[in-house]
T-cell receptor
Framework: GENVEQHPSTLSVQEGDSAVIKCTYS??????FPWYKQELGKRPQLIID?????GEKKDQRIAVTLNKTAKHFSLHITETQPEDSAVYFC?????????FGTGTSLTVIP | NAGVTQTPKFQVLKTGQSMTLQCAQD?????MSWYRQDPGMGLRLIHY???????DQGEVPNGYNVSRSTTEDFPLRLLSAAPSQTSVYFC?????????????FGPGTRLTVT
């Protein structure tokens, strides 16, 4: 089955700096790669996703890149704000099954 | 449009008891899944369904049963609860259109087994 690894497990940045979270996957059949933000006690919320036919996608301060050859994808958050503090999860999917990384706890220091 | 709903929000069971976690969605999504979330381990897939009458096992299916008699509902049954099943359980649904598999999560059920 699919194996998704996520790094780092914790990340602290100063407000205004950038944050980068990286994930690797093992199954070349995976073709959909979402990123979720989870605040304490809440459900995961989709923040951005990328499909295997695209190399990069951007939505305001958030961007995701995908390297299918190397089987890795990354989340980039620019101009971080305190409200970006949360746990972020990457996932890989073939459509009917989603496999998640173990999460990155991001703290943005004011 | 309520999205994905789960009941109950919290539950305490004694070892050996059985119970059913309810999940429903009103978005006419084909795919539904159950995950458990444990500290430091992310979300792990328990069971999933690609449509009414079709279910399959995920990464951690032991001790759980599911059924999908309708598109809307996907209950998760704990057959004989064990302390190792203490966790937060999330139900999710998604549709598939081309390469668009956007998944929506329910609010979760926090289960404690003593």
């Amino acid at each position: 089955g699919e194996n998704v690894e996520q790094h780092p497990s914790t990340l602290s940045v100063q407000e205004g700096d950038s944050a980068v979270i990286k994930c690797t996957y093992s199954d070349s059949a995976s073709n959909y790669f979402p990123w979720y933000k989870q605040e304490l006690g809440k459900r995961p919320q989709l923040i951005i996703d990328i499909r295997s036919n695209v190399g990069e996608k951007k939505d305001q301060r958030i961007a995701v890149t995908l390297n299918k050859t190397a089987k890795h994808f990354s989340l980039h958050i620019t101009e971080t704000q305190p409200e970006d503090s949360a746990v972020y999860f990457c996932a890989a999917s073939t459509g009917n099954q989603f496999y998640f990384g173990t999460g990155t706890s991001l703290t943005v220091i004011p | 449009n309520a999205g994905v709903t789960q009941t109950p929000k919290f539950q305490v069971l004694k070892t050996g008891q059985s119970m059913t976690l309810q999940c429903a969605q009103d978005m006419n999504h084909e795919y539904m899944s159950w995950y458990r979330q444990d500290p430091g381990m992310g979300l792990r897939l328990i069971h999933y369904s690609v449509g009414a009458g079709i279910t399959d096992q995920g990464e951690v299916p032991n001790g759980y049963n599911v059924s999908r008699s309708t598109t809307e509902d996907f209950p998760l049954r704990l057959l004989s609860a064990a302390p190792s099943q203490t966790s937060v359980y999330f139900c999710a649904s998604s549709y598939s259109a081309g390469l668009n598999y956007e998944q929506y999560f329910g609010p979760g059920t926090r289960l404690t087994v003593t």
